[in-house]
């Protein structure tokens, strides 16, 4: 989720240290050596589809750990009435259920119980019905692709919005392979086991919000959602976006977007403060200990397009180093035995053809070789 990936940039207050111009001595401000340890809640509590609550610690500026999760813990949806809803540990510090049915007309809060005995609990939020998204869309130029949201509330009650995303796209190898080496032998590759098709799914982390609190109607119009690069691999093929959208309370809207700007900051001496970011999140077992996060429940709406390469105009492809080099017949065990290259397919009448393993099994670059239920 995404105030996880910007915690560690706003955790910690920076001093105003001056250095003269002969100065050589490095100077490490004390708060960050310090480790406050705080406990990091991240999610929304989304009615009517599945939930994720990512916990973690927080860390110091120069500490080389990417990610503390915080495992082990008891979570729980805790509703005004008897209802009461328990998040199952999924991966380290992910805590997941796959549907909460929350009551529009109740409040909720959030019961953590950590592993060391202590009880975390978020303020009662209220249940906030989310707008359709009325569409989608981009625009192109010679820099890329703008995507954008739009959305309005006819009834004039929403007026703060988030939205996360969760992006894919086809990308291919730079070569079909058409054979296998195994057992010191070339083998044709079956149809089904091909490497040359791939997709790769990442999710959202910048935060995307607007408000039309200062409009008349409750009108979101052209929101830029995200920014894709001409030449990216991410239009090489096909791309989709899967736009989920959330209504916010005034409060939640205005955290994250203090959260937004804090994270966009370089890390300068005028940053705000942490304590700034502190959310609705409270150790109950000690009050004068902090948690960082803020809780909001919400119902979901989403919306999801495909962007063909053919769509977006001339797409520049980034040039890769995948070499290919003809093997003759008394050299197939030299080059395919040792896997420093793979076979591609016949080249003339008893040469083959080969290039390296990343060139000819598109799954090596991170994306996977099985086609989403959803692609056409």
Not at 72 to 86: C, H, K, Q
Not at 117 to 129: I, R
Request: proline residues 6%; contains cysteine.
């Amino acid at each position: 989720m995404i105030l996880k990936s910007f915690i560690s940039r706003i955790i910690c207050v920076m001093c105003v240290c001056g250095f003269s111009a002969g100065c050589k001595e490095a100077y490490t401000p004390p708060q960050i050596k310090s480790s406050p340890n705080y406990l990091v809640v991240d999610g929304v509590l989304t009615s009517g589809d599945s939930t994720k609550i990512k916990l973690s610690r927080t860390r110091n500026l120069n500490d080389s750990l990417k990610q503390s999760p915080e495992t082990g813990a008891r979570v729980e949806v805790i509703g005004e009435g008897s209802d009461s809803y328990t998040l199952s540990e999924t991966t380290s510090g992910v805590y997941w259920i796959n549907y909460l049915s929350l009551n529009a007309s109740e409040k909720y809060r959030l019961r953590i119980s950590t592993s060391d005995g202590k009880l975390y609990e978020s303020d009662d939020v209220v249940v906030k019905q989310t707008p359709e998204i009325d569409s989608v869309n981009w625009i192109g130029n010679s820099d890329g692709l703008q995507l954008y949201v739009n959305t309005h509330d006819q009834s004039n009650n929403t007026r703060y919005y988030r939205w996360e995303y969760i992006e894919t796209w086809e990308y291919h190898a730079a070569f079909d392979s058409y054979y296998t080496y195994t057992g010191g032998k070339l083998q044709p590759r079956p149809p089904n086991d091909h490497t040359y098709k791939c997709w790769h799914t990442q999710n959202s982390t910048e935060l995307v919000l607007a408000s039309s609190a200062g409009l008349s109607q409750d009108i979101i119009y052209r929101n830029p959602v995200i920014f894709i690069p001409r030449g990216s691999e991410k239009v090489t093929v096909q791309y989709s976006i899967l736009v989920k959208q959330f209504a916010l309370t005034k409060e939640s809207y205005e955290y994250w977007e203090s959260l937004k700007k804090s994270s966009e900051l370089t890390g300068g001496i005028f940053d705000p403060l942490p304590s700034q970011l502190i959310g609705n999140m409270h150790c109950i077992s000690n009050p004068d200990e902090k948690a960082l996060g803020y809780i909001a429940a919400s119902s979901l709406t989403e919306k999801r397009i495909f962007i063909r390469n053919s769509d977006a105009g001339p797409w520049p492809l980034q040039g890769s180093d995948c070499p290919e080099i003809v093997i003759p017949p008394d050299s197939v065990d030299y080059y395919f035995g040792s896997h420093i290259y793979y076979p591609i397919s016949n080249h003339g009448l008893t040469d083959y053809s080969g290039s390296y393993a990343t060139c000819t099994d598109c799954s090596l670059l991170g994306g996977t070789l099985i086609k989403p239920i959803f692609w056409p």
